[in-house]
């Protein structure tokens, strides 16, 4: 049930649970071009431009919930880790979970959430030509933390 639920998540900021997908090829966005949250530069062998929905979540199923092991976190965790390996660089997530190994329950969670934000800081300080994303960024953490603080805690 939680890959679903990060799904729904993910579909939402990813590609605004459009049914086209939401195809885009911003200059600014390093991942290149993008289809239900799927970047060319993330997955080169991908037709990014005729990437079905069924395809783009065999993806995600894939590449990143099974392989990342996310499904073996407790929830709210394997939510919020889910959507930060879609984001952010594999061994940048897999140092914060390691950073709140012991952590119980939803506080665990809102800290990965907190390492996330403060991230999304420095890539803007480092590269301000990323503020354009702050917004979103940061919209995107609020929504992510209200979310934890009502999904039902489970293991």
Known sequence: MSFQEAMKFIGKWEWSNRPDGGYNNRPQDAGGPTKFGIAQRS?????????????AWDIYKKEYWDFYKCGELPTPLDIVAMD?????????????LNEVK?????????????????????LIQKTPSQKIFER???NRMSDLSKLIDIVELRR
């Open 43 to 55: 997955h080169p062998s991908v037709d990014v431009r005729n990437l079905t929905l069924q395809k």
């Open 84 to 96: 930060a390996y879609v984001q952010h660089s594999p061994r940048r997530v897999q140092q914060w």
């Open 102 to 122: 012991g952590v119980e329950g939803k506080k665990a969670a809102k800290l990965v959430i907190e390492k996330r934000r403060a991230y999304y800081n420095f």
């Open 136 to 138: 979103g960024w940061m």
